[in-house]
């Protein structure tokens, strides 16, 4: 109902504008208002969440969300706003859904290492806004070694995904370890658990040798270097302790 008493109410500026007959250079270039000429139920991440890129840099892979009926298909037509924290740039920040109900955006990231959260927004038929929260990752410079020092070493064992480079080796693994995005698994390990893990293998917390010990290979400054990685790409999201984030 708000959309329908800002629209109301730029008809009235609108109308007084053209009695005015200004054409004073104050006015404003507005950009194009997109009239949206169907709405979905639902509105879902197609792709493009949870990226990991340097701070300050774009996202390797668009944004794209879906707008949705309440039999599952694409809606074409309805209008998909989206809302970016400080330092983050989206275009468009507006689209109508095309002929798959899919909007596609570009990302940059801000400037500033840590979670940015995306906010997209439709509306359903009755008018109300649906809205989903779009996470996304920026690595600063110790993350982003972080995220090379564990593709390197790690991955192998630690991503259940096999890619054209690296074909995993997790299920192989009697036991299984867990991706590190897992943060059921580490927001209860603390950093000194993760270092004692990592540098002395899997036993020096009880758990199987087939985690093997790193303290060799690794220097401190990389072993700490994957724990800030550890921590950025954690879902849920890690919460240090004794520190408060202010919500976004
Ligand atoms: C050869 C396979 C292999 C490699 C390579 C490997 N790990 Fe592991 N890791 C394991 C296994 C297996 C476990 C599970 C041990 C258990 O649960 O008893 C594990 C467990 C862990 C754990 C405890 C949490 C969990 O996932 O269960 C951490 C932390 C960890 N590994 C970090 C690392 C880091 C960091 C690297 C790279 C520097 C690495 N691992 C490389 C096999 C591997």
Known sequence: MKRRAWF????????????AVCGCSRVHKKAPVLHATAAGSAL?????????????SPL?????????????????????KFSVPAGVKIDP????????????ANVTLGNTSGRYVLTAMAWNKAGHPISVQVPELAAGYQEELGYQVQRKYCSRCHDPESTPEQVSNHDN?????????QGATYNK??????????GHGGPALNLSALMPPYGSTLTKADIQAVIAYIRLVSDPPYQAPGLVYAKQ
Do not use: C, K, W
């Open 8 to 19: 109301r109410s730029s008809l009235v500026v609108g109308t007084l504008a053209v009695v």
């Open 44 to 56: 879902v991440v197609s792709s493009g969440d949870r990226q990991l890129a340097p701070s300050g």
């Open 60 to 80: 390797p892979q668009p944004l794209i969300m879906q707008v949705n009926d309440n039999q599952g298909n694409g809606v074409t037509g309805a209008l998909v």
């Open 93 to 104: 920040a507006e689209a109508l859904s095309d002929s798959n109900g899919e909007v596609t």
């Open 173 to 181: 693994l009697a036991v299984p370890p867990h991706s590190f995005d």
């Open 189 to 198: 390990l603390s950093d000194a658990d993760l270092t004692a893990i990592i």
